[in-house]
């Protein structure tokens, strides 16, 4: 089977009389029948994410579900090239990631993710 998953971008924008909008669809083939959910707490200190039997290559959609804190997550430990700020997600693609690091800045936090080989 083909286009497994459908990913689809939608944003718009309007300040200052600069508008513009755009939507982006895009149907990927899935090889692998594994997919990790879940919701972590993750803390200010590091901490690997639950990977269950999924290796993290392919797409991870992270959405950071805390009101007032941001999250750092990054592929090496002490490194980490994506910030969510509270309530923000974000869909990236993971390069044979080895692990996911994830670190809260203030307190606490809670994580959903989901990572879907391609």
């Known amino acids: ?3 497994e998953l459908t990913i689809r971008i939608q944003a718009s924008y309007s300040k200052n009389g600069a508008k513009w909008s755009r939507t982006i669809d895009k149907a990927v083939d899935v090889s692998g ?3 990790q959910h879940a ?7 590091e901490e690997t994410l639950a990977l269950g039997d999924v ?6 959609i992270f959405y950071n ?6 999250v750092e ?10 910030k ?3 309530g923000e997600a974000a869909l990236v693609r993971l390069d ?5 690091f994830a670190k809260a800045d203030t307190a606490a936090i809670d994580l959903e993710y989901w990572l879907l080989p391609d």
């Not at 919701?39 to 200190?45: F, H, I, K, N």
């Open 55 to 60: 290796l993290p290559s392919g797409y991870a």
């Open 65 to 70: 579900l805390d009101a007032a804190n941001y």
């Open 96 to 100: 044979s990631w080895p692990s996911i």
């Open 84 to 86: 969510l700020k509270a």
């Open 73 to 82: 997550l990054g592929k090496a430990t002490g490194s980490y090239s994506l």
């Open 39 to 45: 919701v972590q707490s993750v803390g200010t200190s």
């Open 33 to 35: 029948t594994a997919v």
């Open 1 to 3: 089977m083909a286009g």
